[in-house]
Structure formats: C-alpha cells, structure tokens
C-alpha cells in the first residue's frame, strides 16, 4: 500500500463515482433515438439527469452515499424506471470482477463521451458534451482512472466489491433479483423475507428513536443538523428503505454511515467526497454554526472533524477550523467552543509558515472564494491565516491581540501587495473597532498605518476608522469581491447610522463606541437595542454646523449600493458552493413525501417559531449573500427605529424575519427576535410579548449573557413596574447592572440602562430625591460619554421627577433641554414624548396653563398615536382628559382632589358646558384604559378610573360611577399588595439568573 | 513401489539436512518433489492426499504417455547412502548461529561459529560470510549505481572463502555442502573449470542439493560442456537433465525427460510448470495455458513461473484472463519480480506502453538479473520508438543470458528500424540461431533481406523457405515467396507457392486480397503454359470476386475459349462490346 499515497486533494476514484458513471452511461447511452431505452418519456429521462447532477455537486456529507443509500435515491426518482435502474447498476457493479473488466468500463464511458470533432452528430441523438458538467465528471473520473497504478484498479475492485456487499447486506432482496432475474416466485420469496426484516427494522427503529428522545432530554436544544446528530448514535441499522420512505430511511442508514465510520479500518469502503464537495459540506457547517451559535454542540462537530482528520490526513485540524472560521467570513460567528483553537493557533501558524501545504491545496485549486494574489508564493498564505487567526482572537474576546495580529496581516499583505487579503483584513479591522470601541488601541493604530491614512496622527481614530473603510471599500471594488463590497456598504452604512459628523473632527473624545438603545420617556419600551447602531462622539450641546444624517432615507441609499450583490453573485467563484447547496436541498426534498409539508418531521424546532413558511423552496443563493443582505434589513430597521417610526422598523424586521431567517446568524435572528417581542410589548402588551419571548427563549436561551435574556429582564422589570412590584423590579434592575459589567469590558449601553432603570425604580417608590441623585449623576456620565439619547431620556426622566415630586418649575428645564436635544438629533418619537411631559409639566403648574398644554399635546398626537407604544398613548389621552377637565372655560365647579396612595394631586374643574360633551373626555379616558389593561399598568389604569367616576358623578350616573370606583379601588389595591398575582416567569427568571 | 518409498525417505532425510544447514530454497524444493510423490491411498487419510490430485481430468487428458512402471530403463540407480549426521558437540553455538542466519543477520552468525571446526559448523559460517558479502554487494550497488544501473560491486568475501575452503578441499575435510559452496565461489571468481569440477563433486556425493544442480546447470553452456560431466547415475540427475536440456534448447528431450520423471513425482508442480515451459517453448500455447490453469487450481499462490503463463495469455491476447492472473498475483505478492512482469505484459496488451515499462522497470529492481523482464522491456520500447533505450534494454538480456533468442530478435528489431540492416540481419541471424524453429525470426530476417538496402532475394527465399517449414501461422512465408518468385522471374516456383498458399488459405477459410492475387495469377500463369483447363478453373473462380480482376477474368476466359476454338484473337477484340 506504500506506493499508493493518495495525493491530497486528489480526484480519486471510488466506487460511489463508480456506480454514477454507470448512471450516466445509463443517462446518455449512445442511442440513436432521442430519448435512451429505459426511459419512457423525456421527462424521467431528463429527471435522471438532474438527479446525477445533484449527485456530483451535493454536499451535505463528508462521505460518499453507500449504495444502499443510492438504490433509495434511485427509486425516489425512478418512479416506474426503478428496478432497471437500481438492477443495472447493482448488476453492472458485480460483473466487475477483474481489473479488464473496469478498463474495458472506463473505455465504454469514453465512447458516451462526443468527441471533440463530434459536429457531425444528429439532433436526437444524446451525446454527453465532454464540457458540460457530467461531462466534466466522467472526464474526470476517466482520467482518474487512467492515472491509477495496477495496485490501485485492484484496490478500486475490492473497494467495489465492499460498497456492492455492504448494500446487499442490508437489502437482500437484491441479491435475491440478481442471482435470478426471471424468478416471480422468487420475488414473492423475497418479499416474505423483507416482512421478517421489516419487523426487525422496525423494532430496532423504535428502541432507536426512544434512545434518541433520551438523548434529546438531556442535551435539551439540538439545533445541529441530522446528518451530525446522528454521528453521535452508536446503532448500526440499515432499515428496508422501502419500509421507511421518508426521513428515517435516510437517518437509519446515515446511523449505518455513521458507524462505519466509527471504525474505519483503512480498507473499508469509506470515501470522502470530491475536495470541493468536501469545501461545500464545510462551508454548510460554518453556516451552520453561525446560525445556531453555541447551540451547534461541540462533541458533535469534533467527531466530524476527526474523522475528517482520519480519512484526509492532509488537511489538518486546526486548518479546518480556520477554513471554517474564513468561510463564514466576515460576520463573525461565535466561536466559544472552540478556545483550545487558539491556543494551536500561534504554533500552528508558524508551521504554515513554512509548509503551507493546505492553502496552496485547497485555496488555489478549487473554486475558493478567494482571488488567489498573483504570485502565489508561501506568503501568500501567511496572511490570510494571520487574517483568520486575528479573526479568532476577536471572538474569543482577545480585541487587543486581534488587532496586533491584523495589523501584522496588513503589513504582510501590504509588503506582497496582496491586495485581496488587505481589502479583507481593513474589513475585519473597521468591524473589529467598531464592535469594541478603542481608546485603547489607538496606539496600536498610529504607525502601520500610517501609509494608508496620510493625516495620520490629526485624525480622530473614528475618521481613521472610516479612512480604513473607504479603502478596502476601494479595494474591493477594484478587485471584484463582490461580497466584501456588499459587506463593506453595509458598514458605510452604519457609519452613516453612527451619526458620523465629518465636520467635526475636533470635538470627538478618544473614547468607547457605545451602543445606544433609544429608550422612550417614561415608557421606558426600549424599542431598539441594536448592535448596529453605534454611538458617535459629540460634545455636548446641539451646535448649529452640525451636518446630521441619521435620515433613514440616507442609510438605505448606502445599502442599495449593495443589493447589486445578489444579481451578481453568480459571477463570482462561490458559485459552486451555491450549486451543492442547492443539489443538496434537491436531494434532501427527494427524500421527504411529496405534497404534504404538513406530516414532515424535520423542520422541527427551526421553523416553528417562523410563523412564515413560504419560504420552504430552496434557494439557489448562497447564505452568506442572504446574510449580508438579510443584515440591511436590520440595518433599516434601526435606522427607522431612531427616527421614531415603529410601524417601519416593525416591517423591516418582520421581512428581515421572513425572508432572512434561514440564512441569518444566531445573534442576527436573537436580535430581530428581540426588536419583534419590544414591539409586542409596546404595542400588544405583556402577555404577547411573554409568549412570543417563551418561544424566542427556546430558540435562543443556551446562548449566555444573550439578547434574549437582557430583554426579559427588561420586560420583567417594566411590567414589575406598572404592577408595583417595586421590590421585584428593583431586583430584576440590578441583575441587569450586574450583566452590564462583566469579566471582559463594561457595557456601557447595558450600564446606562440599569442605572436609568434604577431611578425609575426609585421614582416609583417615590424616593424623589434618591432617584434625582442618580438620574444626576447618570447624566453626568451621558455627558462625559456623549451618549446624545441617553442624554436626552435622563433629562426627561429629570423632569419627570421634578414633576412628580411637585416641583413642575425645576422640571420645566430639564423637559426642554431634552425637547431641544431630540430636534438636533430627529429623534421625533422621544421629541413627542418629551412634548407629553412638557404638556403634564404644564398642566401641573395650574390651570390657567391647560391650554398650553393642550396645544402642546395636540401638536404632539399624530406622532404618539402614529407610531407610540400603548402606555404613550394612554398617557396623552389621560393628559387631555385632564387638560379638558383642568380648562377654566371648560367648566363651572371646580373641584380639588387628592388621589390617595398615588400622591398625585389632581385638579379638576367642572365647568357646566361639559355636561353638554363628556364624551370628550370619557372617549380618551375609556381608550386610555383600555390600552392600560394590556399593560397592567395599574397606577395610570386607577388614575384614569378615578377620572371617569369623576365625570360619571359629575353627570349624575351613579351606577357608572360605582363601577368606575370599583376598577379603581381595585386598581390602588392591586398596587398596594402586589404579590396578589402570581407569575411564573419571574420565578424562573430568578432562579435562571 | 518400493523406490517411491526410498525416494521418499530420502527426500525427507535430505529436507532436514538441508534445511539444518540454512539451504532453504534447496529444501523448499526437495519438499515440493516429496509431496509431489504418489502416496498410498490404502496408507493415509483423505486430510493426507489432500494434495494429490490425480483425479485431475485435464491432466489425464494431456499425460501423453502414461508411465506407471517406474525407474525409467536404462538408468541405473547408484542406491547413495544417506549422509550419517555429523554429531559432534556443537550443538548450542549452531543452534545460536543458525537463529542468527534465520534473522538475516549473517555476520553475527560467522561470528558465532568462528572458532566451531565440525563440518556444518564450517560450512554455515563460509555461507553466512557469503551471503553478508552478497548483501552488501547488493547495497553496494544501489550505492554506487552507475550508468543504466550498472555496477561493478562485488563481494567482498569471495577472496578470503576461496582460500579457506580450498585449503579445506585440500585437507580433503569438506563435505558436499562446503564443496556447492566452493563452486559457487569459483563461479563469482569466474574460474568455471574448477567450479565445475567441484560443483560435480558434490553433486555425486550429495545429489539432494538441487541449489548444487542448478549452479551446476548454469555453469553447463553447451552440449559438449554437458557431455563431459562425470556425473554418477542418481534419479536426481534425471532433473538436472531435463532442465538442462530445457536451457540448452532440447525440448523434445527436456519434455521426455520430465514426462519420465512425471511418472514418479506425479503431483509435483515443478515438473508440471516446467512442462509448461517446455511446451511453451514448442509453442503449444492451447496445451500450456490448460496445464497452467490446473496448476493454479492446485496451487492458487503460486507466482513462481507465473510470468511464463502471462506470456501464454499475452500471446493468445486473453485480456481478461491476464488481467485476472495479475490481480491474482498482487494480492499473493507484490513486490516479486514475475507479479510486475505479468503487470507489465498486462499493460502491454492493452497498449499502455508507458505504464508497462514502469512496472518491468520494478521487476529489474526486484531482481536485477531477470531475463525475461529485459526482454519484454526492449519490446515495449520498441513499441514507444525509443530505439535506443530498447537496445540497451536488449543487450542487458543478451548480457545475462547469451542464449536468449528473444532479446537478440530485439535487437534485430532494433537495429532494422534504426536502418542498420546489417547489424540487424546479425542479430537475427544469432536469435534464429538458438530458436530455428521459430517462423518469426526468419520472416524477420526475411524480411530485411528483402530491404532496399540489402536486396538480397534470393537469401530472403531461403529464409522464407525455413519460415513456411517452421509452421508459419500468420501466412506470411509462402506469399512473400510466391511473390519473390515472380519477381524473380521463376513462375513455376511462384505458382507453386501461390497454389500452395492458396490452399492454405482454403483451409482455413480466409478471405482477402491474396487470394485474389493468388488466383490472378495462377490463371494467367496457366492460360501462358497453355493449361487452359487449371486455368479456366481459376478464372472461374475469380468470377465470384468484385473489382477489375473479375473483368480480367471474363476476358481471359473469352479468349481461352476463343484460342481453343482456334480464332484468332484479333477478332475478340472486335467483337468486344
């Protein structure tokens, strides 16, 4: 066996390829009728074609497909042609018996095969074009062959001679049709002996899936793909397929697969797929961590790799993880289960230094996406696998030592003018800054590249940022990298998102990038915390040169000039990855029953949370286009969201979610998710927003320190609030501050909110002036840190505060301060809700300002009722309840009231014209509470109550009003004993965190 | 009966002496006549005779004569008694030496037994040296290749033996195993004489060392050679014989010989494949190829002389079959030089030149001095035009083996598509010299005799005439004759030829342009002779044919009949249409 080394990457031939060639022989039998004998009409004949096309792209596993598991294909696409087809190639697999034998094969495969001077050829007659793909693959395969040495045909024969008996062994009824044709009785023979099988099958079936439920409960999310999960069963089953047409079948002989491969002996049947195929199956992986996070189990993925590792010892371990960390490119998966990679990392990359083997192998040969430099020296590979390894460093959360590595990626590729891998590595620095902010690595920035950003040191590190940005957009646009341009605009993008003020270089402070979640006043919904917004660095104060571009309109013109992406993608060289996945999916749906979706088992767990299914046609897109482009939609949706519109944001999440879910990363679906359940919340009410975060919780909860968990605490504390939970919601709010400072770096987003949240706890206990110190000094640090909305929502909550405590004059500045801050900015929904507050403040000041107010208000309706949450709504229709109530022309009595437990003091005047119109002020009133009840929101819930049993007493309905007085007794005594209602998600909660 | 029964104590004896003293490929065979004898079936169970297959049709079918009586008259057996056992006590150092030499490591062997002075102490020890010398001959010549793998390594030891074991034979205290030993060292040396003398020696005294014979056999070149050995009469001289005859190109007598021998050792699947080989060499292919096939049935692991079955199938173009036999013989063993020469005859078969040479090329590492492999190599290069590289491959086979009619027929080859027709006619001269019952070689030299440079026709008439003697298959000898002939300007030999081929042809019902050619000629030959009736019955005959020729026989048979009805032919031509 010594002098047949198989070369890596080699074309070997295999007996699976074997077995396709006959196929294809069968496909274009050299006829002179139009369509071959066996096939009866056009239509299976030219299903057998694409069968064998998908055959040769498909990659959904490293290994080749037994023949059993072809017979099963075969007979899904056969139809009435099965029993030829599977007997002529079983048939033809056992007349194989000597080395001739597969010459004289191979020289018939050559005659399929039109020549080069085949013009003269007739219409109808099928001739395989030796440039087509199958074309391609039986050149390929003949000239494997061709290169075999005597010991490698006599390997191949045994290797045939395995694959046939393996199958046989498994469906015996083969063997049975084989060694008679012409024998009924003998079919029916063997039918009797399949009953028996069955039975077994069966049996074993059930203890299987028992295992596996076992299995399930204890590992409790499997997100990994089938293909996977199995490799991890130990059963060895080889179901009667015909007894098992749909998924099983398939996953009973993957089991079978699977334990051959647990102990491959060297001369066991067991082949890789082709080396691209094998690049497919991995790019599907990468994707496929990406989109399960951390869920994607670790043991499975090292079996996979190991036996990878055993069966192609020329690709190196560490070389796949690298290959699958660049294959899912520059959106940054997860990789946190992977840590001892980094550790292999250092030693690792000096040994490609050297041998390098992989990169020449694998990158140069076979359709990489990348475009291979021109002088492909040693070097050449030594970037990118700097550019990986400083990839790696990054999500292991090593930011400092990320960026010595890029940077020495940027020196390497600058020093042999590797200009692809430069455009890669600027991508991979901007993204890197922008996600970790640098005050610290400004040192790090200054000298390398300094070639590049000629101002050098005068510049702020954002424009230094944004000057990386443009030049490897420049790059990639010069060099045809169709993705990293998409991927780069999207970027530009969220610059533009980033309020990015070119006009101000001066003022910018050298601190963290921070994330903004724009919070509404008092409401406190957090529409959006979105990762992709980042924060820009302005000094205080709104100046009047200020250019600001936070329009929407802008950031979707920055993302149009991506969308050619998708047009053109198929020109690039990633299209083969497109084409194996797409095989697969043709593949896999051979598998599944035709018609009824409904009975299918498989999309399991994925799709049920994705209410839309029209998206089940496979597409013939790569993920990672659909990624970038499924990421404008998110982009978009921020961008609307900071502008104030939440219908909008709501669309383009909902089309992100519908379009884009198959394809997107886990953290990008945690987030749509998380802005999805902000709007329920906000607009629907706790109770959606719970049950639509239960499931989103299932999906997503093995994810740490997730998303998904911030945003439940941010729900239980809000709703703690409007319950009086206090104590709760002053639990729930430090359980946050916890969360924002964690091992690794402050978040400073998350500590912002806390402590916002705490005041608002505090205001709500009426520590008036315990939640005006830390409102304060929370301003301060917004100050300090030029966090603009932050800025502006603590000002509000000042003047809220102000003005609950009594003090509407000192709150009247705040108010208007934040009012000026929100038109800088085009914030229009917090603009809104700071009118509101504006108009409360007033009104607090005495009734001769209820006018004001009531102008205030009404200039501010169209914007919260257009696009505010529930609880905004009911704010403004109580406040002009109030407003009508407290107007001196509106009303005769007036009547001074204090609202006991609430502290609030309310005045109301009766004036008689209103018994002419209390519809006026009932209407909001009943709406106000109507909307409030979602949100068991009970303080505002009495308020309003209290103001209709008012009206109704007023109006002499006594009746009414003793209802009125009733919720509202409820109401105060609901939020004096809170423990009333019991909760079981706050308890978990507790317990979980 | 009762000689089987001596031969088998014998051998028995023999197999343990022999292998005592390390000479296992002596032994092996030994073995293999002894179980090759017949046993008594009353004697032994089924499990006993498992090995014996006389139920075999095939070979009842081709036994030509059947021999049940058993010495073969007129030899007369000298009853040589069996060596007693040279008992002395040196017991634990030989058994030490001799696990040594199992282990292959021959020096620590000799050292073991350097200060040992029993017989087969001695003898062990000269052998152990000498093949520590051979072996590091052998890697000496990797070390130190030279042009085409030449070399001029040899072994080292040969010097200090020659002298030991002559004082040795001197003293008169050598046995006959420290005498082979001797010869094969006066072989090395080169001085053949001696190693005859002595390799005879011990041969009479010991005649159960086959490895002696065959020693013995290479040093026997020729017949007169042959002849004048003194060897006492042993049925082992019987073997030596017929495998001499084999080498020496007396088939006849080699095949009776082994025929002879058969009738003792009737399962012996030596004699078996050396009738093959001999039958091989009278091209009896149909006869080979079943005896083979039996052979392989009996003993499906069996490589050596496989080679010479792959030439059978090679010849007869049995793709398959060959492809299957070199299946066969990699799984059995890879790296044996006959398994990559049954590879490469494969490959040739198919056409595939390159990948042939390849493996003759693994062949030659395996065993440098494997004739047939330089052969066939020369063929394949010849094939693939490289000239050159053929001759070289050519004289490589000439060097080993003067005798090999085959490569000196290369070389012939060789030289006539060099254009060197002289050289050429030499060499095939030499190669029809040692196989002149081969049609080929003398078409071959026929041929270039024919060749525009030499145009020597009436010697290439000669050299046909010896082809279309010699069991011409392809036909080609008795046409090109006729041809010659008429050319010659001599139509009664021409005819003659042409009758002949054309009843050849008849025969075996081939059709072709010849016999039209044949026909033509003979028509017009008998219409000038006046045989207007041969000739009518020719011109008859053309007239199944197409083309002119069937023109020109309508016009021949009008004027026959026009010349006997006694018109003149003037008016034929009027009267044509």
Redesign the interface.
């Given at each position: 066996m010594a002098g047949v080394v198989k070369a890596p990457g080699a074309f070997a031939i295999t007996p699976h390829k074997v077995s396709v060639c006959i196929l294809v022989n069968i496909y274009a039998s050299p006829s002179q009728i139009s369509v071959p004998f066996p096939f009866s009409s056009v239509s299976q004949h030219n299903r057998l074609g694409l069968y064998l096309l998908a055959l040769t792209k498909s990659c959904d596993d490293i290994l080749e497909p037994k023949l059993d598991q072809l017979i099963n294909q075969l007979r899904e696409i056969g139809g009435l042609l099965d029993h030829l087809l599977t007997d002529h190639v079983t048939s033809r697999l056992s007349s194989l018996s000597s080395p001739d034998d597969l010459f004289n094969f191979f020289n018939e495969l050559r005659e399929t095969l039109g020549g080069p001077d085949s013009g003269v050829m007739e219409d109808d007659q099928v001739i395989l074009d030796p440039n087509s793909n199958l074309g391609m693959f039986l050149r390929r395969c003949i000239l494997a062959f061709n290169l075999l040495t005597f010991e490698g045909i006599c390997h191949l024969l045994t290797n045939i001679g395995i694959y046939c008996k393996e199958a046989i062994s498994s469906c015996s009824s083969y063997e049975l049709r084989r060694v008679d044709d012409s024998g009924n009785d003998l079919e029916s023979l063997s039918e009797y002996e399949n009953m028996d099988l069955n039975l077994v099958f069966k049996k074993i079936n059930e203890e299987m899936e028992a295992r596996k439920r076992a299995t399930e409960q204890v590992s409790f999310h499997l997100h990994l793909p089938k293909e996977l999960s199995t490799l991890v069963e130990d059963i060895e089953v080889s179901a009667d397929p015909k007894s098992e047409h749909n998924d099983k079948g398939r996953e009973s002989s993957s089991y079978a697969s699977g334990e051959l491969l647990r102990d491959v002996d060297p001369n066991g049947g067991v082949f890789l797929r082709t080396n691209w195929q094998i690049q497919g199956y991995l790019m599907e992986q990468a994707d496929a961590i990406e989109k399960h996070g951390s869920s994607f189990t670790l043991n499975a993925f090292e079996l996979t790799l190991r036996q990878l590792q055993k069966l192609a010892p020329e690709l190196h371990r560490v070389h796949i993880c690298l290959r699958i960390c660049f294959f899912s490119g520059l959106s940054f998966l997860l990789f946190s289960w992977l840590p001892n990679i980094i550790l292999d990392g250092r030693s690792y990359l000096l040994e490609i230094n050297h041998s390098d083997k992989f990169w020449q192998n694998s990158a140069g040969t076979e359709g990489f996406d990348f475009v291979p430099p021109a002088g492909c020296n040693s070097f050449g590979r030594y970037e990118i696998a700097l550019l990986c390894l400083g990839m790696m460093h990054f999500h292991f959360g090593h930011p400092k030592k990320a960026l010595e590595v890029l940077t020495e990626a940027v020196r390497v590729s600058q020093q042999h003018s590797n200009d692809t891998c430069l455009a890669y590595t600027l991508a991979a620095i901007c993204n890197l800054l922008s996600e970790i902010g640098f005050s610290t690595t400004s040192g790090i920035l200054g000298s390398p590249f300094s070639p590049m950003i000629s101002v050098g040191t005068s510049l702020s590190v954002q424009q230094q940022l944004f000057v990386l940005l443009k030049g490897s957009l420049k790059r990639a646009e010069s060099l045809k990298l169709k993705q990293l341009v998409a991927a780069n605009h999207l970027a530009m993008a969220k610059f533009d998102l980033t309020l990015w003020f070119s006009a101000y270089p001066c003022v910018m402070f050298p601190i963290g990038v921070m994330k903004i979640s724009l919070k509404m006043w008092q409401g406190t919904y957090i529409l959006g915390s979105c990762k992709h917004v980042q924060r820009p660095l302005l000094s205080f104060g709104p100046k009047t040169s200020t250019k600001l571009r936070t329009c929407p309109i802008i950031v979707c013109k920055e993302l149009r000039s991506g969308y050619h992406l998708i047009s053109e993608f198929c020109c690039e060289g990633s299209t083969m990855t497109a084409d194996g996945a797409f095989s697969t999916a043709w593949l896999k749906n051979l598998q599944k029953p035709m018609g009824s979706l409904v009975l299918s088992q498989d999309n399991g767990s994925r799709n049920n949370s994705n209410p839309f299914l029209f998206f089940t046609q496979p597409s013939s897109i790569p993920g990672s286009v659909m990624q970038l482009v499924g990421s404008s939609y998110l982009h978009r949706a921020t961008a609307w969201e900071i502008y104030g519109s939440g219908p909008l944001a709501r669309v383009n999440a909902l089309a992100y979610a519908t379009c884009f879910a198959d394809a997107s990363s886990s953290s990008d679906a945690a987030l749509v998710h998380v802005k999805l359940i902000q709007h329920l919340a906000v607009f629907k009410g706790y109770k959606e927003a719970f049950a639509a975060l239960k499931t989103a919780e299932e999906k997503f909860l093995c994810v740490s320190k997730s998303r998904i968990l911030i945003l439940k605490l941010q729900l239980l504390h809000e709703r703690a609030l409007h319950r009086g939970h206090l104590k709760l919601a002053q639990q729930v709010c430090d359980e946050l501050g916890v969360l924002a400072s964690s091992v690794t770096a402050v978040d400073m987003e998350l500590k912002t909110e806390a402590s916002l949240r705490h005041a608002r706890t505090l205001l709500a206990a009426k520590q008036f002036s315990q939640a005006a110190a830390v409102a304060h000094s929370l301003f301060c640090m917004c100050y300090k840190f030029n966090l603009q909305v932050e800025s502006a929502t603590v000002l509000l909550l000042l003047g809220e505060i102000h003005m609950k405590s009594g003090n509407a004059v000192v709150g009247l500045p705040y108010a208007l301060a934040s009012l000026s801050y929100c038109q800088t900015f085009n914030l229009d929904l917090l603009r809104a809700s700071a009118t509101l507050t504006l108009a409360e403040l007033w009104l607090s000041l005495g009734s001769n300002h209820a006018k004001t107010a009531l102008t205030l208000l009404h200039g501010a309706f169209p914007m919260i009722l257009g696009h505010g949450g529930l609880e905004l709504c009911a704010r403004a229709y109580i406040t002009e309840a109030k407003c009508y109530l407290s107007d001196p022309s509106f009303s005769v009595p007036k009547v001074k009231t204090l609202v006991e437990g609430t502290g609030l003091l309310l005045l109301v005047r009766w004036y008689s014209s209103f018994s002419k119109s209390p519809e006026l002020v009932l209407d909001p009133l009943r709406q106000a509470a109507d909307e409030l009840q979602a949100l068991e929101h009970h303080e505002l819930m009495a308020e309003a109550f209290y103001l209709m049993a008012i009206v109704f007493d007023k109006l002499g309905q006594p009746e009414q009003r003793e209802e009125a007085a009733s919720s509202f007794k409820n109401h105060v005594m609901s939020l004096d004993h809170p423990h009333d209602v019991e909760d079981p998600i706050q308890s978990d909660t507790l317990l979980n965190a | 009966m009762s000689s089987k029964e001596s031969c088998r104590i014998e051998l028995r004896t023999a197999i343990r002496q022999l292998s005592d003293r390390c000479l296992y490929s002596a032994s092996k065979w030994a073995a293999e006549q002894l179980v090759g004898i017949e046993q008594d079936p009353a004697k032994f169970t089924p499990s006993n005779t498992r090995f014996q297959r006389g139920s075999s049709s095939i070979r009842r079918r081709f036994r030509t004569n059947e021999i049940t009586s058993t010495p073969p008259t007129g030899v007369a057996y000298v009853s040589t008694p069996v060596m007693e056992e040279d008992e002395a006590i040196h017991g634990d150092f030989y058994l030490l030496a001799k696990s040594y030499f199992d282990c292959r490591e021959y020096r620590r062997a000799a050292h073991v037994l350097r200060d040992q002075t029993g017989k087969k102490s001695v003898f062990l020890r000269c052998y152990a040296l000498y093949l520590a010398g051979e072996k590091r001959k052998e890697e000496e010549m990797i070390e130190l290749e030279g042009p085409l793998g030449k070399s001029d390594a040899v072994n080292r030891e040969l010097v200090s033996l020659e002298r030991e074991l002559a004082t040795l034979c001197k003293n008169n205290t050598i046995d006959p195993f420290g005498l082979y030993l001797y010869g094969l060292v006066l072989k090395e040396k080169g001085n053949e004489n001696l190693a005859r003398k002595v390799l005879v020696e011990s041969v009479n005294s010991y005649p159960w060392n086959w490895s002696a014979w065959s020693e013995l056999q290479s040093l026997c070149t020729t017949v007169d050679i042959l002849n004048g050995l003194n060897l006492s009469n042993h049925w082992m001289k019987e073997f030596f014989l017929a495998s001499i005859y084999q080498e020496l190109r007396m088939h006849n007598e080699s095949l009776s010989k082994y025929e002879n021998l058969q009738g003792m050792f009737t399962f012996s699947n030596y004699i078996q494949a050396q009738i093959a080989k001999a039958r091989y060499s009278l091209r009896e292919f149909e006869q080979v190829e079943v005896i083979f096939e039996d052979l392989l049935r009996n003993d499906p692991y069996r490589v050596e002389d496989m080679d010479t079955y792959s030439n059978v199938l090679y010849t007869k173009e049995c793709?398959?079959a060959?492809?299957?036999l070199?299946?066969r013989v990699?799984?059995t063993d890879?790296y044996r030089p006959e398994s990559c020469c049954i590879?490469g005859n494969?490959?040739s078969l198919?056409g595939q030149h390159e990948?042939s040479v390849?493996?003759f090329r693994r062949a030659l590492k395996l065993n440098k001095n494997y004739l047939s492999a330089w052969t066939l190599m020369g063929h394949e290069y010849v094939e693939m035009k490289n000239t050159p590289a053929a001759v070289d491959a050519y004289r490589r086979a000439v060097d080993i083996n003067p005798r090999d009619y085959r490569a000196w027929y290369g070389l012939g080859q060789a030289y006539e598509m060099m254009g060197m027709p002289h050289y050429a006619l030499h060499y095939f001269r030499k190669s029809v010299f040692f196989q002149p019952i081969d049609s080929r070689l003398w078409i071959a030299m026929a041929q270039c005799y024919e060749s525009e440079q030499l145009h020597m026709l009436e010697e290439a008439i000669k050299c046909y005439k010896r082809a279309a003697n010699c069991n011409d298959t392809e036909a080609i000898a008795l046409h090109r004759l006729a041809i010659l002939h008429r050319e010659l300007d001599q139509p009664e030999e021409a005819a003659f030829y042409y009758k002949k081929d054309l009843e050849r042809m008849e025969a075996e019902e081939r059709e072709g342009p010849n016999i039209v050619e044949a026909l033509m000629f003979l028509a017009t030959h008998y219409k000038t002779q006046k045989k207007f009736e041969e000739a009518e019955v020719y011109c008859t005959r053309l007239l199944d044919y197409t083309g002119p020729e069937r023109e020109t026989a309508k016009s021949l048979l009008r004027g026959m009949r026009i010349a006997q009805s006694g018109f003149p032919s003037m008016d034929v031509e009027h009267f044509h249409p």
């Open positions: - | 793709f398959s060959l492809s299957y070199a299946h990699i799984m890879k590879i494969y490959y198919k990948k390849v493996y």
